[in-house]
């Protein structure tokens, strides 16, 4: 008789414990390479749901630990022979609102990186459900967007642009009332203004909101640095509170990268995203890094899935890449 060795080991745990709660109790990273860029994970009924993309098509892998996410099948969600949306299509991410989930990605032509705009696909009740094409979100180069939370204010698109400035900056836009367009004036709320965002070329890009519930800040976490560059990296804006998100002053940018490769083999770790736990007790980072001493842009970068841990004041602590032997707990 054949056991998987993972089954063996969770029954002799079970044994000891007493205690069988999920078929794998711990993965190790990576968990999806190649093919694991700009990742995005979100749990929801039972199931972490991947959102990754081949450069030609969305898709969508789940599982009910991130162990299985490795070996899950990805579905595909979106592709399109329409020639301004057919190709580079990047960092995807999955949104619930009012009762349906959305994938906002990014797309455009198949010759250059110009036509690069921001789309939506509007899904059902669960992120498994089917997808249609709901709409191109803007007019001007734009990628990485995501969806940012204000009690106060509704809810944002954060996104990556050139909106009359020179270099690759975070905008805010007013989401419409729809969840398929975007209202309003566009906010410049960050630039790569400071010498450590500045590596390669300046670039601020792939947003990402971090709310933390102990101190009700709310961050958005954005990814510094040219991608083709070791510096890739996390950094933070903290919102103030009460000005206006859509105001730059609004914004507090940290001094410097929060959480950079260099450590483990892994280098540019960046452009992530953000999971509660299943018992909502734990906010894990998920971000992709390169084994490239130079920086990768490219597919061969993996998706990484830690936990983040918090600062005696409060704010995350993102530690550093873990290696890839380390053993991680699954979420609680
Ligand atoms: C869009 O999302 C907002 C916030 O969740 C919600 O109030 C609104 O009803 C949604 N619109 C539609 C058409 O579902």
Known sequence: ????????????????????????????????????????????????????????NVQISRATTIDGLKTATPKVVYSSTEASRCCNVWAP??????????????????????????????????????????????????????????????????YSCFHGVQYQSLCMQKLGDDNVSLKGSISVISQPTESWERSGTPVNEGPAALYIQETGKTYIVYSANYCWTPDYCLATLEWDGKTDPASAAAWKKSSGCVFKGGVNGHYGTGHNSFFRSPDGSQTWNVYHATSNSKGACDDSRYTMVQVLGSNSDGSPNFGTPVAFSYNSAEPR
């Open 93 to 158: 991410e999955t949104h619930y609102l009012n009762g349906k989930w959305y994938i906002y990605f990014t797309a455009g032509n198949e010759k250059n990186l110009d036509g690069q705009n921001l789309h939506v696909l509007k899904g059902g009740a669960t992120p498994w459900d089917d997808y249609t094409y709901a709409g191109k979100l803007t007019n001007e180069w734009s990628i990485d967007a995501t969806v940012v939370r204000f009690n106060k204010w509704g809810n944002y698109l954060a």
């Open 1 to 56: 008789m054949f056991f998987a060795p993972g089954r063996l080991i969770t029954a002799f745990l079970g044994a000891a414990s007493c205690l069988l709660i999920s078929p794998a109790t711990a993965f190790t990273n990576p968990i999806r390479r190649p093919g694991g860029s700009d990742p995005q994970i979100s749990y929801s009924g039972g199931y972490y749901y991947l959102l990754s993309t081949s450069w030609k």
